[in-house]
């Protein structure tokens, strides 16, 4: 873990080292203070006051730490923060959330020894995930020895016991740590958003599609505006705010947003899943293709995994599509780009894919959508 640690603290400084120098050549004026607004167009920033014509506000979010789960007697209680810098592993583990940051964190762990249990209140785990393409990590994580207690209610963590709700009865599970990894939530102590008349959507700054705050000069862009909490989805909705800023119109797609979530192998996915596309009331096409197919996941040695495309039935329109396997987080980019430019099912079909590479499961799914599957059957 001590080597592990300092490979992140070297990659962390090379990271932000980087951003540093394109500051200082971009000439940015940085001032590392706190800040709070005085009004819409001033700030308070280390005694100082700062004016200016506009404003955004990129404050990002904190761990959540639910009130309705009590703390009670000595735990050894961590979040997300803090396992990130975790100096040994721990002999167990219980994972409160089976969210994207809970199981990521729980492959993780198990890979470097620790027994980890997952609990999760809802039935499937990572529920921005297609549940057929979740339900194949989860199998695959299960196999490799993490547990899940889904439908788990938590009621409380005492003497790093976690007591939980399960099917009308009482359960509990002891671990040595405990990991609270229930979500994130906006962070917006001592800004005074509020006291200048910013608007808040619940515990978020409410934004509009162009990034627009309800004050006309103020911008806000990342996690603290709650629309999806993602770095890259944060990195674009800056530059759609800077466009609007300079006087273009811009706005921000939230249809178009590629997630990925970093086991192994890993999951990556856009748009909807099977059945928000169904809730939308259109007629679907669904197209299927097993890594067992795939010429270079049988190189690579892992042939575990699945590609599932979900179309618009009439148009050819591509509603979703969820990936499991090998390289597929380097592979989502392929649909952002044909999202964006409203590619159809045909343009991804009839769009050479090299061999052997993994890539080659994206057209079989969409083929298997129109019953022209080749490698598959």
Partial sequence: MKKLQARREKVIATLVGGVGALVRANKITLVTAEAKFVDAHTIEAGGKKITSDFFIIATGSDVFMPPFIAQE???????????????KVPGSIAIIGGGVIGVEFAA???????????????EHIMPMVDPEVSGLAKKRLEQDGVVFKMQAKVTKVKDNTVHYELGGKQESVKADMVLMAVGRVPHTAGLNAEGIGIEFDRKAIRTDSRLRTNIPNIYCIGDVNAKVMLA?????????????????DAEMRYDRIPSCIYLDPEIACIGLTEAQAKESGRKIKVGKFKMAG?????????????????????????LGLHMYGKHVTEMISELSVATTLEATADEIIE?????PT???????????AYGRQIHGM
Avoid: Q
Avoid at 110 to 119: A, D, H, Q
């Fill in 73 to 87: 007697g000595k735990n050894t209680l961590i979040t997300s923060r803090e396992a990130l810098t975790l100096d």
């Fill in 108 to 122: 993780l762990l198990n890979r470097l020894g620790s027994r980890v249990t997952v609990l999760e209140l809802l």
């Fill in 232 to 248: 890259h989805v944060a990195s674009h909705e800056g530059m759609i705010a800077v466009e609007n800023i300079c006087g273009h």
């Fill in 294 to 318: 795939n010429g270079k996941s049988l190189v690579e040695g892992d042939t575990d995994g699945l590609v599932k495309v979900i179309l618009d039935a009439d148009l050819g329109e591509i």
């Fill in 351 to 355: 769009s050479i894919h090299p061999h």
């Fill in 358 to 368: 993994v890539s080659e499961a994206i057209p079989e799914a969409f083929m298997a």
